[in-house]
C-alpha cells in the first residue's frame, strides 16, 4: 500500500543539524511532490516546502531559508528534510506528505508518521 | 503570504450534534482549500480537497463548501471518532498556508 516511512527521533544540542529522511513506497516517487510540515508541542501545523523528486526543484518558506535543505535520492525512493542551527524552538515533530498534483487543485492526501525532534542542551 | 483564520479555536460539542467551522482567507483563494482532521498524537488526515470533495474513505457526514475567501467544514452528525483537531490549508499560492486549528472536545 502506498506509505511514507519517516526515520526515528532524535534529540540534538542547539547549534547542531538533523535528517530526517522520509521513504515511500505504493506508489511513483517521481509523480508527487513531498512537503514537509512541523507541528511544535501543543501547536498547530506549520508548512516548510516542497521538493519536486523529478526535478530535484525545492520551495522553501522564507522563516527556514538558510537553514533548511530539502533533497531526494530517488534510487531509493526516499526525501530528506535536513535543518541547521537548530534552536529550542524547532523541537517539534516534522511531518512529510506526498501531493498527487491534481492541477490545479492542490493538497496532501497521504502523510508519514512523524519524526520527533528535540533540541535540547 | 495569504493568511487563513479559522473559527471558533475550540468548540465543545455531543455525539450527534451537528457541527460547522469555519476558515477565511485573507484573499481570494478560489476553491484551493483544503480540510485536514488530526488526532492527538497523530498524523493529520485529509477529509476534504479543492473545497467540497470528499476524500476516498471519508464518511459522507464530513462535507465542505465556499470559495474565494469563505469556507466552511460541516459534520451532519458528530461522531464519537470524530473528536480531534480540524486544520484548513490554502493551495493557491506556492506558499502553502494551515489555519491555527480548531480543537473539537466533548461536551
Known sequence: ?121 | DIQMTQSPSSLSASVGDRVTITCRASQSISSSLNWYQQKAGKAPKLLIYAASSLQSGVPSRFSGSGSGTDFTLTISSLQPEDFASYYCQQSYSTLRTFGQGTKIELK
Open chain 1, 1 to 121: 500500500q502506498v506509505q511514507l516511512v519517516q526515520s526515528g527521533a532524535e534529540v540534538k544540542k542547539p547549534g547542531a543539524s538533523v535528517k530526517v529522511s522520509c521513504k515511500a513506497s505504493g506508489y511513483t516517487f517521481t509523480d508527487y511532490y513531498i512537503h514537509w510540515v512541523r507541528q511544535a508541542p501543543g501547536q498547530g501545523l506549520e508548512w516548510m516546502g516542497w521538493i519536486n523528486p523529478h526535478s530535484g526543484d525545492t520551495y522553501y518558506v522564507q522563516k527556514f531559508q538558510g537553514r533548511v535543505i530539502m533533497t531526494r535520492d530517488t534510487s531509493i525512493s526516499t526525501a530528506y528534510m535536513e535543518l541547521s542551527s537548530l534552536r529550542s524552538d524547532d523541537t517539534a515533530v516534522y511531518y512529510c506528505a506526498r501531493d498527487p498534483l491534481r492541477f490545479p487543485y492542490y493538497y496532501m492526501d497521504v502523510w508519514g508518521k512523524g519524526t520527533t525532534v528535540t533540541v535540547s542542551s
